[in-house]
């Protein structure tokens, strides 16, 4: 039976009823029948739902991977020697980067991608697009970097499910994630009340 509030798959069944802000480039997770609906962000029959985002560019995604292998390099971690570089895009097209800072009580360091979320929120952001890490790994040293499961806890606070997460290594781009995949059925701002 088809639904009255159709999933973001009717909407590439039926392309005549894509966004018409986004062109049908992309999805819109606020889906009706009525347009109007599907740039609102908020709640809608009580599920809050939030924008999904447009295709990265691929200048956007250099900026990002330039941007966070800056970081990357200023990490400070004389512990581990695990450095690690993130960079946020946010909603008003702005990239934030932030290194791991690691400390002789251990406990006490801090994730890259904390740092970065940390620089997009005293920028007045508070919603990230877009989010690249980079640190070593993804060839014979071993898997490709991902956020650690506080990182992912922390990105579900300014990030919608199908926000990209990618990766990087200091030569190559890895795997594309979204936050969904990284943390699903995380609990997020949604469950406290909060759009
Ligand atoms: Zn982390």
Redesign the pocket.
């Known amino acids: 039976m088809l639904p009255v509030w159709p999933s973001l798959s009717w909407w590439r069944i039926f392309p005549f009823w894509r966004c018409p802000v986004n062109q049908g480039n992309y999805g819109c997770e606020i889906t009706s029948f009525v347009p109007a609906y599907c740039y609102v962000p908020g709640r809608v029959r009580g599920k809050v739902l939030s924008m999904s985002h447009p295709p990265l560019t691929e200048s956007q995604r250099l900026a990002l991977l330039q941007a966070a292998r800056h970081a990357h390099q200023q990490a400070y971690a004389p512990y581990s020697k695990f450095r690690v570089g993130a960079a946020v895009l946010d909603d008003q097209g702005r990239i934030h980067a932030g290194c791991n800072v690691e400390n002789a009580a251990y406990p006490e360091g801090v994730?890259a991608?904390?740092s970065a979320l940390s620089a997009m929120v005293l920028a007045g952001s508070t919603r990230a697009h877009a989010v690249l890490v980079v640190g070593s790994g993804g060839n014979s040293a071993g898997g490709w970097i991902t956020?650690?499961g506080?990182?992912r806890q922390k990105l579900r606070e300014f990030c919608a499910p199908d926000t990209p997460i990618l990766t990087a290594n200091e030569h190559a781009l890895g795997p594309q994630h979204t936050l969904q995949s990284l943390l699903p059925d995380g609990f997020g701002p949604d469950h406290l009340g909060k759009p």
Request: net charge negative.
């Open positions: 994730c991608e904390a956020p650690c506080g990182c």
